[in-house]
């Protein structure tokens, strides 16, 4: 975790308690999750502060779920959880649920009411809401606050074997109606809620509010150093109080700054929506910012990780670039992808003097930055090419190195060829380009003499496999759809994909799979969708490479 820069705020902390013996040196750090979507890349910073800390510090790291939201929480979610995590490379040390202690923390809501911290208000949510005051202004006593401990006590056994409807009663903490942190002023810690468990079923028909849980669940687990995002400070008194009443574990609750990044929204609540409203296909859709999403669109965990390192802890809030996640991306895929040819807009290429039906097999390099160059793989060569559209133009400008009349450039791994006539249809759109090889200019035994400066991609028609690519762009169009007026859906990007059904890539890709990592030269970076099949190929961009072409355009 530490970076460049030194150590962060919270492996200061850590290294500090252990240097002073805080609970034996022990490190329990925990992922606490609301099973209520798929994981986003905003959470993955918080997996890799929280197991990260805990692997440098000899500790482990507890996976629970907060499920204390009974309509919201699905098993769906619970598996999509645990898989993302492991496939970001962690593995906890105990997988718990909030729901595993509802026994325990009804014991501590009874110990509250016995010590006269805690009452059963009938007030509407409206009367409560009008008690608490405002910020600048203290709130007032409810006529509930003075019921005796029995009544309490007889009044919340009756809560929970529900003799009373939904809001007709809550158990709120006894705190301080005047207190400074809106937060203190008497808390509901218990709702009635009838509604069905994912899993305690209708075991429960009360339910704590995530104040009167989380801190509870740290506790139940012995968890040292409870890490959490900046929104939850103001909760911090409350964390404490209760812990201290309850005279329970004392974990600590510490800090950070979310991750934000733009051009996305990151809130499960709205991440629904899409997926509800069909804006996007599924909640692993290639655009989304889940972790699921970024893994179908060829993330690797490795890509991702670095990037929440990168990132860094901190306690102030800023927005990352998009721009820095693909950076990260670009950097790892570039030492573990395969380079390969595939054509996205085909155009035949026919070489004029290589004998029809003649076949040879040239060597593709797999990858320049690899060790030992990745290896090879064979490379079928026949007289017709597929080659890539934009690589001709029938009025080459000056700097153009590809292909044109009378212009020569070398097939990748192949030979030297020149154009020496096109073909057109009735449009004038160019359909066939004609070409003459030179034998002798062969790739790694060029004796030609011949100089050409570009290099294209190609894939050899009898040999290609036809292919999906799937071309996707920012899901919206400004840098901050949350915080723009009207609805954020008001801003999705509608070009964000893009389908190619005809493409062509090389025969080494048959047997691709979901979790391959590939360089399309001069495309991009692409991996096979989930949708792949053997007989149909699909693949996403997960990320575009820098065109040299494109830049030299925009300067001129
Ligand atoms: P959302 O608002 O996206 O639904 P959440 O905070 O409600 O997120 P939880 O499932 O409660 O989601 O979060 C689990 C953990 O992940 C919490 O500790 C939370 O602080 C952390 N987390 C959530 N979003 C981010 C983020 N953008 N950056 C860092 N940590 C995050
Ligand atoms: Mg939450």
Redesign the pocket.
Known sequence: MSTEKGPNFLEEIIAEDIKNGKHGGRVLTR???????Y?????S???C??FGLAQEFGGTTNLRF?DTNPEKEETEYVESIMADVKWLGFQWANVFYASDYFDQIYEFAVTLIKHGLAYVDDSTAEQIAAQKGTPTEPGTHGPYRDRSVEENLDLFTRMKNGEYKDGEKVLRAKIDMSSPNMHMRDPIMYRIKHAHHHRTGDKWCIYPMYDFAHGQCDSIEKITHS???L??EVHKPLYEWFIEQLEIFPSKQYE?????LNYTV??????LQLVKEGYVNSWDDPRMPTISGLRRRGYSPEAIRNFATRVGVARRENIIDVGFLEFCVREDLNKRANRVMAVLDPIKLVITNYPEGQEETLIGENNPEAENHGGTRPLPFSNELWIEREDFMVEPPKKFFRLGPGLSVRLKHAYIVRCDEFKVDENNNVTEIHCTYFPESKSGSDTSGIVVKGVIHWVSAKHALPAEIRLYDRLFNVEDPSSEEGDFKDFINKDSLEVITNAYVEPSLKDSKPGDYFQFIRKGYFCPDTDSTSSKLVFNRTVTLKDAWAKEQKKD
Not at 39 to 43: A, E, P
Not at 256 to 260: E, S, T, V
Not at 266 to 271: A, F, H, T, V, Y
């Open positions: 992922f606490p999750p609301e099973p209520n979507g994981l986003h890349i905003g959470h910073k918080s997996i502060v929280n907060d890490i959490c995002t929104e939850f950070f700054a979310r991750l934000n990151m809130s499960k609540r709205k991440l």
